[in-house]
């Protein structure tokens, strides 16, 4: 597994955990909330990919992008409350 692959999990899973710490009520929603940060954690290393974007970028990992791409989505799941 690549290192920027697992990093992603890792940082998806915990955003998406501690969102739901303070968000969440149900299981289902913990779910929601993990797959939600972990797409939108790996959509925003793809665009700090194709943009070239080197904001507090380790090695290949974008990390500032990656977070704003899962704090949107995280949100985007709350408003819809899924």
Do not use: C, D, N
Request: avoid cysteine.
């Amino acid at each position: 597994m690549p290192p920027e692959l697992l990093l992603i999990v890792l940082f998806g899973a915990s955003y998406g955990a501690l969102f739901h710490l303070y968000y969440g009520r149900k299981l289902r929603q913990l779910l929601a909330f993990l797959l939600a940060s972990m797409v939108g954690f790996a959509l925003g290393q793809l665009i700090g990919e194709l943009t070239g974007l080197e904001v507090f970028a380790m090695g290949r990992l974008h990390p500032v992008e990656g977070s704003l791409g899962s704090g949107i989505l995280l949100f985007i799941a709350r408003w819809l409350k899924l």
